[in-house]
Every structure is written in C-alpha cells, then in structure tokens.
C-alpha cells in the first residue's frame, strides 16, 4: 500500500520557523518526484515547491523564495519543506503529492496543518 505522511506542522510565531516532513511508505522515493502544495481557509490549493526525484533540482514558488526550501533524504524515503521567515499568510494546510516519473500515478498526504500567528 502506497502511504504518504505529511508531520511538523504546528503553531508558530511570525519569524518563526517549522519543517515539514512527507515520509513516502511503499514506494521508492527514487521513482517519484515530490509537490508540496497548501490550501489556505477561502483560497485555492497552491503550488509551493517541488523536487525531482533525478535531478534533485528544486522549484519553489516565487511567494516562499528566499524562505523556504525543499530537500530529500533518500535513506529515509522523505522529502521535507523547510520553512523559515513564516508570515501569518503562510497559514494553511500543506499536502505533499508524489508523481511516479514512469507512469504518472500520483499520490496523496492527509495534509498538515500550519498556522502563524502575527
């Protein structure tokens, strides 16, 4: 059974700092490039970042650069946002989706959520 495990969200200071964590469980993370996405309360799902799981290249949107960052750890089958300089309007629900590079199935996280207060 494919899983995937989004964790680290929390509560946290404007200025503050939180990583999160997406643990992939039944697959290779090798074989998936990875999509952080978030859903604020009112407001569409939005595009974060993501990473390629061959290149190891990352793409983050131009809202969270400079303050945010993505990386992986093979070893553990995760991938983590890291997310630092939080602003109230980071608030939302993070999901992270996998793509399997080979046949573009995609996966989904339950979501974690996340909440600055100013």
């Known amino acids: 059974e494919v899983r995937l495990v989004e964790s680290g969200g929390g509560l946290v200071q404007a200025g503050g700092s939180l990583r999160l964590s997406c643990a992939l469980s039944?697959?290779?993370?090798?074989?998936?490039?990875v999509a952080w996405f978030r859903r604020a309360p009112e407001k569409e799902r939005e595009g974060v970042g993501c990473?390629?799981?061959?290149?190891?290249?990352?793409y983050l949107t131009d809202s969270v650069k400079g303050r945010f960052a993505i990386s992986s750890d093979s070893a553990k089958n995760t991938v983590y946002l890291e997310m630092n300089s939080l602003k109230p309007e980071d608030t939302a629900v993070y999901y992270c989706k996998a793509r399997n590079v080979y046949t573009n199935i995609e996966y989904w996280g339950q979501g974690t959520q996340v909440t600055v207060s100013s």
């Open positions: 039944g697959v290779t993370l090798a074989d998936y490039d």
């Open positions: 990473i390629s799981s061959r290149t190891g290249d990352t």
